[in-house]
């Protein structure tokens, strides 16, 4: 018999695992620490931006295959972009 994970204050959810305890979402961090991961988040956007237009105006340069103009480029670098960054998460996390 498998619980439900709807079932109010059990403690219990599928396959009898316990739950893990819930947190509240800003609970751990202050108003300087919030304020400074909001700036490094703006921060990052705006390098990934950056880096981005910077990309394109280097492809506009370049002869890329008529099938791959327009969407289909910008698709493949951001999907190279995200990567180099997930690479990253590694490095400082």
């Known amino acids: 018999m498998v619980r439900s994970s709807s079932s109010a204050g059990s403690g219990y959810h599928f396959f009898w695992r316990k739950r893990p305890p819930r947190r509240e979402a800003g609970a751990e961090y202050g108003l300087l620490s919030g304020t400074l991961f909001a700036f490094a988040t703006a921060l990052g956007f705006a390098l990934a931006l950056v880096l981005f237009a910077g990309i394109r105006e280097q492809l506009a340069l370049n002869k890329v295959p008529k099938a791959m103009q327009g969407t289909p480029i ?20």
């Open 74 to 93: 910008a698709l493949l670098t951001a999907g190279l972009l995200a990567m180099t960054f997930m690479g990253f998460s590694g490095v400082f996390g």
